[in-house]
């Protein structure tokens, strides 16, 4: 008989203390003491353990012939890199525990471990403490987890808002389906719709990895929690452009737009004279959380938008219970649905891989998980059927609309164009040209986009990029769809808090990855969600730069698969390249080049000064870089006015062609 093939009973089990207290233990009164149970989920930056302790380590009195009942699940965890602190906590373990007696003889013990990590150290384990690993699906075991929480533990869940958190019971009944977004190196969002049932509809490679090493890069922070820390104390609005910069408070009043509104993250660094050492360590960390969680949650509402589902779960080792991430999760969340979707967060969120695995040993909950059928990736990932059996060029005035137009200057703003001046802005992200060229210049010190993108041909990314390799192995992750070359985080190889360790060009080739391919995805799902199937690109980060035009078609090819058609409007060296060309007029957005640039320039996170208290008054502006951001406007001005021109040139030429091809053939 296998002496691991427990039973767990959850009759009364209940988790104790303040709602605030991070990873508490879950008590379950009616478990047999000698219960040996531990778990592991090995990630690609950490080790999650889950054990069950009575409490009694190394007192053996009252154990002798007298079996007890009760005691607690409780949670550890590791870095990844200081592996053999985790192997000598799990040996310990194994000596004092109450169920030390049925660990005697190592050569027979086998843990439940769920994470590509299982299969990257299962050698370790068993030459350095005689442990086997029974290997485990990383997404069942997340599944099992949050479902096991959900529906088996009550008080796991709560929702959190202006620092306020809420306990939050779901009867098992009306759980399903949830999506459920978990946040670890890089982002896998699932849809659940059963106790065993789940898909992997999809992920984002910018996730906590990438916060992580950008922090370490920027803020010389040595551990995330220092990093959170750092954040608590900061202004993001040193570093972001808002509206107000753009366009100063009047424009904003006369346009009916919110002047705090987020325009683009690290946008004012583009126009500013200071270096990485001027900028306080607070503000830059601030700066890196509101970016990169605004971006999830915003990858996460278009997501359920397109499932069709109304409540998110967030899970993970990057909320780490921090009120911040979780305050702006729920702002965005609740702002770009309108108040029509929830944010839901657990009380143990990094620990649901190997709560999973934990649950397996008797098969509570992870046993037999199915993968659905893709039927719902449909809506993610569509055949690679040609729209119409037309090339764009062959497109006519009459086919054109509707299709959505992705400006990206700054920030990024989307547009849906029905007809000729009909088109209304949908929805934009902070995360643009601004961030790009912002975090170069601190990274590089490039002074120009040029140089940056320069300097990205000579680099590669994968020196600073983790991979789906890197985690699992050569062999990838195939259950899910995801080779060993797809990208898992971007900047999540980054271990030293030393920038200068880095090469310039590795660092701007990821950057020029991670935000290309972010654009792209996100464009993707908005025309998805708004049924177009064509997609124009134009704006000053993206015209002429062959490299970043090339970035954003492969990224579009990956999530259409092909179905999604990607037109550039860019100077006519480039039209061989990237396809048709179609003028401003012709396309239905004269009315929109010519308005002001606020229509034209982008406004993307929900961010508004004083929804959340917690952060400092901005200090008083430099009214230097107020002067340089109106010189950028107006550059910015300048090169629509020049670019239209260009436009209606090629256009009157198109036409000549045409024309003079006509009488040729008549003359024949």
Excluded at 441 to 453: I, K, N, P, V
Aim: aromatic share 8%.
């Amino acid at each position: 008989m296998d002496p691991f093939r427990v039973n767990l009973d959850l009759t009364g089990a209940e988790i104790r203390g303040e709602l605030d207290e991070r990873n508490p233990p879950i008590y379950l009164p009616n478990q047999p003491s000698d219960s040996p149970l531990l778990a592991l989920d090995i990630g690609g930056t950490l080790i999650k353990v889950v054990y069950f302790s009575d409490g009694k380590e190394g007192n053996m009195e009252g154990r002798n012939g007298i079996s007890a009942v009760g005691g607690q699940l409780c949670f550890v965890k590791f870095e990844r890199r200081r592996l053999d602190e985790c192997l000598d906590f799990i040996e310990k373990r194994m000596r004092l525990s109450a169920s030390g007696k049925l660990w005697m003889s190592k050569a027979h013990v086998t843990l439940k471990a769920s994470g590509g990590g299982a299969f990257k150290f299962a050698d370790a384990f068993k030459e350095k403490i005689g442990v086997s690993l029974d290997k485990l699906d990383e997404m069942d075991s997340v599944v099992a987890g949050a479902n096991f929480l959900l529906q088996k533990i009550p008080d796991a869940s709560f929702t959190h808002m202006n620092g306020k958190r809420d306990s939050i019971n779901i009867s098992p009944k009306d759980l399903f389906p949830y999506l459920l977004v978990n946040v670890g190196s890089g982002v896998s969002i699932i849809k659940v719709t059963g106790s065993r049932k789940f898909e992997r509809v999809t992920g984002t490679h910018i996730g906590g990895g990438t916060i992580f090493g950008l922090a370490k890069l920027l803020t010389g922070c040595m551990s995330y929690d220092e990093f959170l820390k750092l954040s608590q104390s900061g202004d993001n609005l040193v570093l972001d452009l808002i509206v107000k910069d753009i366009c100063g408070e009047l424009v904003c009043q006369e346009q009916g737009l919110s002047a705090s509104t987020l325009a683009s993250s690290f946008g004012k660094v583009i126009t500013s004279e200071r270096q990485l050492t001027d900028y306080r360590r607070e503000d830059l960390a601030t700066t890196i959380l509101s970016a990169f969680t605004y971006n999830i949650a915003q990858i996460s509402f278009l997501v359920a938008s397109l499932l069709g589902l109304k409540r998110v779960f967030f899970g993970g080792s990057y909320i780490r219970g921090h009120t911040s991430t979780m305050d702006h999760i729920t702002y965005a969340i609740d702002y770009w649905s309108k108040g029509q979707m929830q944010a839901v967060f657990l009380r143990h969120e990094g620990f649901l891989g190997a709560l999973g695995a934990l649950t397996s040993y008797e098969n509570l909950d992870a046993a037999n998980l199915t993968v659905e059928d893709p039927k719902e990736q449909q809506i993610l990932h569509e055949s690679s059927v040609p729209l119409d059996g037309k090339l764009a060029s062959e497109h006519n005035e009459s086919s054109i609309f509707p299709y959505l137009l992705v400006n990206i200057g700054s920030g990024v703003s989307m547009i849906e164009v029905i007809g000729k001046g009909k088109f209304e802005r949908i929805i934009g992200t902070h995360l643009g040209g601004g961030t790009i060229l912002g975090l170069a210049r601190l990274l590089t010190g490039c002074s120009s986009y040029e140089e940056f993108l320069e300097l990205s041909q000579r680099g590669n990314n994968l020196s600073v990029d983790l991979t789906v390799g890197d985690i699992y192995g050569e062999q990838g992750y195939l259950k899910h769809g995801l080779p060993a070359s797809t990208t898992a985080s971007s900047f999540g190889k980054v271990m030293s808090n030393k920038l200068a360790e880095y090469r310039v060009e590795d660092l701007a080739a990821a950057l020029l990855n991670a935000f290309t391919y972010n654009i792209g995805q996100i464009s993707y799902f908005v025309a998805n969600l708004s049924g177009l199937k064509k997609i124009f690109f134009r704006g000053a980060y993206v015209c002429g730069h062959e490299k970043t035009m090339d970035k954003i078609s492969r990224s579009l090819k990956y999530w259409s698969k092909g179905q999604v058609q990607t037109t550039f409007l860019c100077h006519e060296g480039f039209l061989g390249t990237v396809g048709a060309f179609f003028s401003y007029e012709k396309m239905g957005i004269d009315g929109l080049a010519a308005q002001e640039v606020i229509k034209d320039v982008l406004l993307g996170a929900p961010y508004t000064r004083g929804r959340f208290p917690s952060l400092p008054p901005s200090p008083q502006h430099n009214s230097s870089d107020d002067t340089n951001l109106q010189v950028e406007v107006e550059r910015l001005r300048h090169e629509n006015a020049v670019l239209k021109a260009e436009v209606e040139r090629l256009q009157k030429e198109n036409e000549e062609q045409k024309a003079k091809i006509l009488k040729s053939q008549q003359d024949r």
